[in-house]
């Protein structure tokens, strides 16, 4: 089975910092890579499909790169309803793996 | 837009089987190319991937649970469930009930979850 990898798996920064979460797939998977928001005690939202397509009401700060085994989630300007846990999830062929997930702080 | 909500016991008996329900309001399940699934989440840990159904009836499980998975959907009631057997406390947490579309498509909707406890 294909391994997702995120990092770092936390971090801190200051409000209107840019930030940047890496997912790296042990075998290319194209670009069926999704990203998704959880705060405490929510269900996870989609932040963004196909590697790079922001989920309509997200907000543009949000971004997604990338294709085959190295992607990227960037926050452009931080902000504090941005804290939260960040997952990557491939979901070209089954079993649709999660990353370990990613803590984003506020410093 | 579809709406997905859990319910079932809180409490399974370790060895007994999981059972939860996902009610879905806002279409039919029945007439949408979608896939049904289940995902869960341990206490203070990541998200894990049970499985999923596709409306035409295929099922796709984790290879780690798939001795003891089921996952069905009852189209005369609008629901999919998940059946799992034989639960240890490792089973213990928050199960969630998600739509995934087709293709490119990821998991874009999800229920607010479930938490089940494994305990005698």
């Known amino acids: 089975d294909i391994q997702m990898t995120q990092s770092p798996s936390s971090l801190s920064a200051s409000v209107g910092d840019r930030v940047t979460i890496t997912c790296r797939a042990s075998?290319?998977?194209?670009?069926?890579l999704a990203w998704y928001q959880q705060k405490p005690g929510k269900a996870p939202k989609l932040l963004i499909y196909a590697a790079s397509t922001l989920q309509s009401g997200v907000p543009s700060r949000f971004s997604g790169s990338g294709s085959g085994t190295d992607f990227t989630l960037t926050i452009s300007s931080l902000q504090p309803e941005d804290v939260a846990t960040y997952y990557c999830q491939k979901y070209n062929i089954t079993p649709w793996t999660f990353g370990q997930g990613t803590k984003v702080e506020i410093k | 837009q579809l709406q997905l909500q859990e319910s079932g016991p809180g409490l399974v008996k370790p060895s007994e089987t999981l059972s939860l329900t996902c009610t879905v309001s806002g279409g039919s399940i029945s007439s949408s190319s979608y896939y049904w699934g289940w995902i869960r989440q341990p206490p203070g840990k990541g998200l894990e991937w049970i499985g999923s159904m596709y409306y035409s009836g295929s099922t796709y499980y984790s290879p780690s649970l798939k001795s003891r998975v089921t996952i069905s959907v009852d189209t005369s009631k609008n629901q999919f469930s998940l059946k799992l057997s034989s639960v240890t406390a490792a089973d213990t947490g928050v199960y969630y009930c998600a739509i995934t579309g087709t293709g490119v498509l990821a998991t874009h909707s999800w229920g607010q979850g479930a938490l089940v406890t494994v305990s005698s």
């Open positions: 075998q290319g998977i194209s670009n069926y």
